[in-house]
């Protein structure tokens, strides 16, 4: 997980380098905010799961990859359309509240389908 969030970050820091976004079009934008989301994911997952192996010892290690994976592309998906409602001028306090409160029932949504399913 810590080579692939590395190479995440050399794409991020190549496309940082070498595209221009006023030349390269919009296939630039996609390449930056893709590479800063897989850099994102990858960071909060392996940060989480140093977290949770450190404080929940007793839980199995493939459970705790898969929770803090998924928490990880959650606080992926809110970090980036963050950024990108703040290139757009389009972010205030209740598009991110209800942002998060989106992601939250979702999170919740999921995890009683998983109840149900064990």
């Known amino acids: 997980m810590i080579t692939a969030t590395l190479a995440c970050y050399l794409a991020l820091g190549l496309v940082v380098v070498y595209l221009n976004p006023y030349t390269s079009g919009s296939l630039a934008i996609v390449f930056f905010y ?3 989301f897989l850099s994102v994911v990858g960071t909060f997952a392996v940060v ?9 010892q007793h839980e199995l290690v493939y459970r705790q990859v898969a929770i ?3 928490q990880a592309v959650w606080l992926g998906i809110l970090t ?11 972010l205030t306090w209740y598009n991110l509240l209800f942002l998060i409160l989106f992601l939250t029932v979702f999170e919740f949504f999921l995890l009683s389908l998983r109840s149900k399913n064990f």
């Open 68 to 70: 803090t994976f998924r």
């Open 48 to 56: 989480g799961f140093l977290i949770r192996s450190k404080f929940l």
């Open 80 to 90: 980036v359309v963050t950024l990108w409602l703040q290139s757009r001028s389009l």
């Open 34 to 36: 893709l590479s800063l």
